[in-house]
């Protein structure tokens, strides 16, 4: 059954871009706007089994697909709606989800009004880290945008505000406001992400849930054209059964906090950002033996720049930084001192076949083993190690 919906899926959106008219760029059909997109990549890394659980050896299990419609019933009101799946090794596996979906009636230009599944405004691009298409670099830095939580924090069951305030010699300002409830299912990452994080000192057994969701953000668009500033938080409660100790049942209930500022200036063919982020967890265990309180505060940031060369070669690069207890920078606590940290280089090749079809290549160097999934590699040992990605991806 999984298998046959999966098929069905791919050839939805294989037809829509074969049998409706329309540029390579847009689809059109009975008034409903529709755009879609397939990637598939190839990762393989040395010493460690990295964002998949069989990197080591070279897999092709890292893949997504997507296909959205949307259609403006006035001047005022759109609805619109995205299906997607991916497979990231055992993360995902190509079950296909709803990744958003609402109703958008914009009241005036500062004032429009969003209900459903909506995404979620954390960081310059969590919004848009579906469009492979936008950007130089395959795998986003790991400091703001976990690809284990990728499925997680794109969106919330909710309602949102949102519009553009004119400044006038000031510039614009664009903001957004959401609350909701997030979709937290463990299949799709948010396990693993969480047992990466404790490395094994207690893991989930059982379905977690997450309280509502707030959400905000602000992007000012100064009058220097092409630089933006941005700032975005995001804050909820996660309560999940785990085990202790391979033996002890308990529940961890996590306070989370997110605080994300950004800067990101474009300069006709250049591309330069940087981000930087404080992650608050305060985190309750409790089990028969009792209960303990914790509370811990991730620091992660990252510059980018990217280059387009020619209409078809583009050069990209950025250095992200990530701590994941910015008290212990150094990893004495950790049990592995390098698990403390991940310091990340990264340079990115692409190439455009055409206006709907992209070739990307990068490599990594990596210091540290912050995002190293404890379960797939028990022995973390080497503080540093390389990975290359490469993708293909198609789009309309």
Known sequence: MKNRMIMVFVCCVLACSGLFSGSALALEAGGVDIHGFVSQGFIFSEDYEYLTNNSKNG????????????????????????????????????????DWAYGDYRVKDWLGIRAGRIKLPLGFYNETRDIDMLRTNVV????IYADLLRD??????????????????MGSLDYQLVAGSMNIENENGFEKFFNVSYKGMFVIDGHSDSEITYAGGLRWNTPLDGLSLGVSALTNTVDSPVLI???????????????????????????????????????????????????????GYYLSAAYRFTDLFSLGAYYSVLYIDKDDKSGDNFAFANDAWEKDLALSLRFDINDYTAFKVEGHHVDGTARVNATDNPIRSEDKFLYGVAKVTFSF
């Open 59 to 98: 897999s092709f299990e890292y893949n997504e697909i997507g296909i959205n419609f949307s259609k403006d019933l006035s001047d005022r009101l759109r609805l619109g709606i995205q299906l997607f799946s991916r497979d990231l090794g055992d993360v995902g596996n190509n079950k296909v989800t709803v």
């Open 140 to 143: 986003m830095p790991q400091s």
């Open 152 to 169: 997680t924090v794109i969106a919330a069951n909710g309602v949102g505000l949102y519009g553009n305030i004119d400044l006038y010699a």
């Open 245 to 299: 100790g391979g033996a002890l049942k308990g529940k961890n209930s996590t306070d989370n906090t997110a605080y994300t500022v950004g800067v990101e200036y474009l300069w006709e063919d250049l591309t330069v950002a940087a981000e930087y982020q404080q992650y608050q967890v305060e985190y309750t265990l409790t089990s028969p033996m009792g209960s303990a309180k914790g509370d811990q505060t991730t620091e």
